[in-house]
């Protein structure tokens, strides 16, 4: 599969990446043993880059992931964690001693001595313009703890804010083709800076792959049932801020403009895969197959010239009005 550069994190990662959230919590239960098989799937295709949370699961998705290094060895791979959400979200909160007890939890789940990169977990928007908070990360760095840092955001405004600093290896970010602002100023700030873009929830929570019908029901565990409307945390989190129904006949509009051989979810992850700027895209699996196709994504051809205006004329025609200045 082919490698990008991630930023000032430099390191190698794979351009598909696997999203482990479903495998600690809130998209319905998945078991042990079929956690892992998706982690052995996506690696056996060619992922090296796994990104979760210490509150996924509290711990779970961290702690499979740890079994499966301490079971593959020198394996090649770079696993990037957040932290920051288990406490309430105000900005006192963000400080070296807090972030020291985390990431030992981190170290303690993940099965390893330094962290290959931390992210703060969308924290408030005052945190990423902190100066106090970037030095600690830099103390963190200097104790090897963590081997480099990052954030993960929910608008574009706190994108921006964080490539100013020049400690900032990455940004992780929603971007999908019914999310496409960051487009606009983000991933060139990005190149510019030489920061990494992960590029997170690039389905649209599975919108994009064309599965779902205005009849489809989630479980009452998962967020695309209970977070609809924002209530446990930004709405923007769930089919990417887009309403389900117009996002269902947008998904239907979508796949109607793919070539033929060519999934709609496969064709959204290389949409994603071929913007400018993007080191890596984090798509979830629940189940091997998804995880294996989910890579093969990588090996789609280039979205042609034609395509890309199609689908950017989609977005500007049903979703830009939803979503374009709100994240």
């Known amino acids: 599969m082919e490698k990008r550069e991630l930023g000032k994190a430099g390191r190698s990662v794979s351009v598909i990446g696997l999203g482990t959230w479903q495998l600690g919590a809130d998209w319905g239960t998945v078991d042990e043993s079929d956690a892992l098989a998706v982690l052995e799937a996506a690696v056996e295709a060619g992922v090296t880059f796994f990104d979760t949370a210490d509150v996924y699961g509290d711990g779970r998705s961290e702690q499979l992931i740890g079994s499966f290094l301490k079971a593959h060895p020198g394996i090649e791979l770079t696993v990037a964690t957040k932290m920051g959400r288990r406490v309430d979200q105000v900005p006192e909160n963000y400080t070296l001693d807090n972030f020291r007890t985390w990431i030992d939890r981190s170290r303690a789940n993940l099965g390893v001595d330094v962290l290959d990169l931390v992210q703060l977990h969308c924290p408030p928007a005052p945190v990423y313009s902190s100066d106090a908070v970037y030095e600690a990360l830099d103390t963190l760095v200097q104790e090897q703890r963590i081997a480099s840092y990052g954030v993960s955001v929910e608008t574009t405004v706190e994108a921006l804010t964080a490539i100013q600093h020049p400690g900032v290896a990455s940004i992780q970010i929603i971007l999908n083709a019914f999310r496409q602002k960051p487009l606009d100023e983000v991933l060139p700030a990005a190149i510019a800076a030489n920061v990494g873009i992960i590029a997170r929830v690039p389905l649209a929570s599975g919108l994009l792959s064309g599965k779902y019908t205005h009849d489809t029901v989630f479980a009452g565990d998962d967020h695309r049932n209970y977070n609809r409307t924002g209530a446990a945390f930004d709405v923007g989190e769930t089919f990417a801020g887009v309403d389900f129904d117009s996002g269902v006949d947008a998904a239907v509009e979508f796949a109607k403009l793919l070539p033929e051989g060519v999934s709609p979810a496969a064709a959204a992850l290389r949409w994603v895969v071929d913007q400018a700027g993007v ?40 979703i830009r009005p939803q979503v374009h200045n709100r994240w």
């Open 279 to 318: 080191s890596t895209v984090i798509p979830g699996a629940r189940n091997p197959e998804q995880a294996r196709g989910n890579a093969q994504a990588a090996d789609v051809p280039e979205l042609s010239a034609d395509l890309q205006a199609k689908i950017r004329a989609l977005y500007d025609d049903r």
